[in-house]
């Protein structure tokens, strides 16, 4: 594995998913502290990430966050985790772990299983623009 930005997390997100884009657009927004770098799960270092961690990419439907040297998580664990760095408006979110992850991961599912039916989907992966372009990964 390439050495990864210090102190910093990744998400790996489905790149041609207008679902996706949209949830990093508000992430990146959102990410005051500077802590996520992301990746398309399509490209050659995401696939070889989700193999390193053993995350077969043919059977998930998933956001990933993983974090370098330490965990990595998936579905609804991965949106909590993500959520907690954000400023306090964000905390709430937390009370979704109340809820069994079987239960918090199946509406997960359902959302992935029809996302590019609700949202589409682009026949590219996403390009960042200059001034973003250090948040992403290649």
């Known amino acids: 594995m390439q050495n990864f930005p210090k102190n910093k997390k990744i998400i790996l997100f489905d790149g041609v998913c207008n679902l996706c884009n949209s949830a990093v657009q508000f992430i990146i927004e959102r990410d005051k502290k500077d802590v996520f770098r992301f990746l398309a799960l399509q490209s050659n270092l995401g696939k070889e990430i989700c193999s390193y961690i053993g995350v077969d990419q043919k059977t998930t ?31 709430f979110l937390s009370i979704f772990k109340i809820f069994p992850k079987g239960i918090r991961d199946s509406i997960y599912d359902y959302i992935a299983k029809n996302r590019y039916k609700w949202y589409g ?16 990964l290649e």
Do not use: R, W
Request: hydrophobic share 45%; with cysteine.
């Open 61 to 91: 439907d998933s956001i990933i966050l993983y974090e370098p040297g330490t965990a990595y998580y998936l579905k609804s664990d991965a949106a909590l985790k993500i959520a907690a760095e954000f400023n306090s408006l964000y905390i």
């Open 121 to 136: 989907k682009k026949e590219f992966c996403m390009i960042p623009t200059p001034e973003l372009k250090v948040k992403f």
